[in-house]
């Protein structure tokens, strides 16, 4: 008796199998105008049909742009993280005055907190900016203790790192004029880094840090290696958080790291990994 033997037939692969065909329209632009740069939206456009109409429609560059803004000296700005949702998400229960509410803005995140930053004007070279941390989700929020006053000709940029305590501590307060600062978010510690660009060849780097465990600010002049000198580029570099640690590129390709939970200033804050 002979043995039939059936051979199953292929499917066809058509392009609806692709896992991007399954995107939403509309949530397929939100995730394209969003993309980095506009060197990085033209190299999207050869993936498919969908994506280069998507990026080919007129449309689609001011709406790009409006979440890349370029700066006075012509550099592009990093992308808007204060949509409007998120803005009325954070206004609902932050008790903001009516004279800020256009004003401030999400400058960094870290889990599950945000860090806005409310400008308060300019008086001759002196910048003045308060800070506040929230939780979108539970609703908690803290102002943080007034900054010191950064230079108006200074480039710098403001960063949340956030960090589990191994031991969940009691609720700690340190007095903060006649008020109580709050120093722990759930049980987690974090750090807000603002550091500045350098411009010209130089052995130090101011930073200032705000621990939310003393509840104060800490103005640092740390030393810089001679690899790292006027190699801090904040406008086109992106200074990035993972792991508790900041990370960026200098202009030398090498990738140099910085601790903001170690103020020991006995101990080397930078370091290179490249």
């Keep these: 008796m002979a043995t039939q033997i059936y051979h199953r037939k292929r499917k066809p692969i058509t392009s609806t199998s692709s896992p991007f065909s399954k995107l939403d329209v509309d949530l397929l632009l939100e995730v394209l105008i969003r993309l980095p740069d506009p060197r990085s939206a033209v190299r999207c ?22 979440h890349h803004p370029i700066s006075a000296a012509g550099e592009p700005k990093p992308p808007s993280l204060t949509p409007p949702e998120l803005r009325e998400l954070i206004l609902s229960f932050l008790p903001l005055p009516s004279h800020i509410e256009s004003k401030f803005a999400v400058l960094d995140s870290a889990k599950d907190l945000l ?11 002196q910048l003045h900016t308060t800070y506040l941390i929230c939780n979108p989700f ?8 007034l900054a010191p006053k950064e230079s108006a000709r200074c480039s710098s940029i403001v960063k949340l790192v956030s960090q589990p305590c191994s031991n969940p501590p009691a609720p700690d307060f340190v007095p903060d004029g006649e008020a109580l600062f709050p120093c722990h978010f759930g049980y987690r510690r974090f750090r807000v ?30 030393p810089v ?29 090498r990738v140099a790291k910085l601790d903001p939970f170690c103020l020991d200033h006995t101990v080397r804050k930078f370091y290179f990994l490249l």
């Design 115 to 125: 860090l806005l930053g409310f400008p308060q004007g300019k008086i001759g070279d």
């Design 45 to 66: 456009k050869p993936v498919c049909k969908l994506w280069n109409s998507l990026i080919s429609a007129p449309y689609f560059a001011p709406r790009f742009l409006s």
């Design 193 to 222: 880094v603002r550091m500045y660009k350098l411009w010209k060849l130089a052995d130090t780097m101011p930073v200032e840090v705000f621990c939310s465990r003393s509840g104060r600010w800490t103005k640092l002049v740390l």
């Design 225 to 253: 290696h001679e690899d790292l000198r006027c190699c801090i580029d904040h406008g086109r570099k992106r200074v990035l958080s993972l792991n508790d640690k900041l990370y960026w590129l200098n202009r030398r390709g």
């Design 138 to 145: 539970t609703k908690q929020w803290v102002a943080l203790p």
